[in-house]
């Protein structure tokens, strides 16, 4: 079992940046790929960064592109997401998840999820 804690959601401005963070329980958590989605109002939930186990391969969907990133420390069982240059659009409550595979972008493929943080950024 993994529980997954996210933290480091707030609101910003558009343009600022926010730090997401989200702490794995359990031993095992170097075994495990992991991966941010967010879900907007209204909206199903997206896929946005992922990175796999020893942090040697990312994948992030375009809009985030160069705006976000992903990384991980495996000694203090956390993930992190560096968000810059936030646009309203990124408005949405973040969640991190943990599978055994790649950087998927497919929610079926993550067997833990956190509860999400919210993230609003106004205009």
């Known amino acids: 079992q993994v529980q997954l804690v996210e933290s480091g959601g707030g609101l910003v401005q558009a343009g600022g940046s926010l730090r997401l963070s989200c702490v794995a329980s359990?031993?095992?958590?170097?075994?495990?790929?992991m991966g941010w989605f967010r879900q907007a109002p209204g909206k199903e939930r997206e896929f946005v960064a992922a990175?796999?186990?020893?942090?040697?391969?990312?994948n992030y969907r375009d809009s985030v592109k160069g705006r976000f990133t992903i990384s991980r420390d495996n000694v203090k069982n956390t993930v992190y997401l560096q968000m810059n240059s936030l646009e309203p659009e990124d408005t949405a409550v973040y969640y991190c998840?943990?599978?055994?595979?790649?950087?998927?972008?497919?929610?079926?493929?993550?067997?833990?999820w956190g509860q999400g943080t919210q993230v609003t950024v106004s205009s």
């Open positions: 359990g031993r095992t958590f170097s075994r495990y790929a």
């Open positions: 998840a943990a599978g055994p595979y790649g950087t998927s972008w497919y929610e079926r493929t993550y067997d833990y």
């Open positions: 990175i796999s186990w020893n942090g040697g391969n990312t």
